[in-house]
């Protein structure tokens, strides 16, 4: 079993074949990158006026089954990724040490920064590819979110339109740090989720923010991996797609910013002498 895992996994043709090329590869146009974000953005808000001004109140609308069925699909979809291209890297670190031992690379050095020239293909780049894929089904959550609660969220808008376009220079520059990062994301995001489905189904949830408190923990994490690449950058005389991984830094400090921003609200609220309960109320709010 874990042969026949391991094979479909890193060592089918597909995947270690594969390369990120216009002939190969649905979605790797920048035309398809903006066209697919602007449809994304253009069609929650259209959405989210639409259900306004037909419902005049605003009770949740029952959608039963579909968003635990999303959840557990998200589930098996980030456990696969993560099983994949965990793989899929130690087969392509038992590969090419022999050549890192030239260069005087380490294993730990390779994850986060690959050497200048690295080009997108093979088995690394077909699950950073899949991933990439997988944010245009992580959306779905903004239009169930809109049809139950009728809350249309720029933070959710912000953070999905970021991450699709951050996985998309990943694959376009062949970036450094992204078998890092989507290693700490998928295995988050499959906790995450798992949590999603476990409430969704009717379980009890936690009581403190599960959900914030694993999103500013994957931040964190993308923190001190992009302070590894910097100083391994100026180390090893560069990192690949460095240009990239300084424009994918910008956008996660302002996803770090907006986190920090709604924390130190809370805070106010608190010293305001607002109640605990509805602190926590917020906080839950972010966690759905």
């Known amino acids: ?31 398809f990158l903006f066209t697919s974000i602007a449809a994304y953005v253009i069609f929650s808000l259209f959405l989210h006026l639409f259900l306004c001004l037909l419902f005049r109140n605003r009770r949740p609308l029952p959608l039963g089954p579909i968003p635990a069925v999303h959840y557990l699909s998200m589930v098996l979809i980030s456990i696969t990724i993560f099983i994949g291209i965990l793989l899929s890297a130690a087969a392509e670190i038992r590969e090419t040490r022999w050549f890192w031992r030239r260069n005087k690379t380490t294993t730990f050095q390779w994850l986060l920064c690959f050497p200048l020239g690295t080009r997108p293909s093979g088995r690394v780049f077909f699950w950073s590819y899949i991933f990439y894929l997988s944010r245009f089904l992580h959306t779905l959550r903004t239009f169930l979110s809109i049809l139950h609660r009728r809350r249309l969220s720029f933070f959710q808008l912000f953070n999905h339109s970021i991450l699709i376009f951050m996985s998309f220079l990943w694959l376009e520059f062949s970036q450094s740090f992204q078998v890092v990062a989507i290693l700490f994301t998928t295995f988050l995001y499959s906790v995450v989720y798992g949590y999603r489905f476990w ?6 949830s936690a009581c403190f923010p599960f959900v914030v408190s694993c999103q500013i923990l994957l931040l964190g994490c993308n923190v001190l991996c992009h302070v590894g690449v910097l100083l391994l950058h100026f180390m090893k005389g560069g990192c690949n797609g460095i240009g990239a991984w300084v424009f994918n830094s910008v956008l996660n400090a302002a996803i770090l910013f907006l986190f920090l921003n709604f924390y130190v609200k809370v805070h106010l609220k608190n010293r305001n002498g607002v109640k605990d309960t509805e602190i926590l109320d917020s906080l839950k709010n972010k966690d759905s």
């Open 1 to 31: 079993m874990i042969h026949i895992v391991r094979y479909y996994l890193s060592e089918h043709p597909s995947v270690v074949n594969f390369r990120w090329s216009h002939s190969q590869s649905w979605g790797n146009t920048w035309f």
């Open 199 to 204: 409430t969704a189904i009717g379980l009890p």
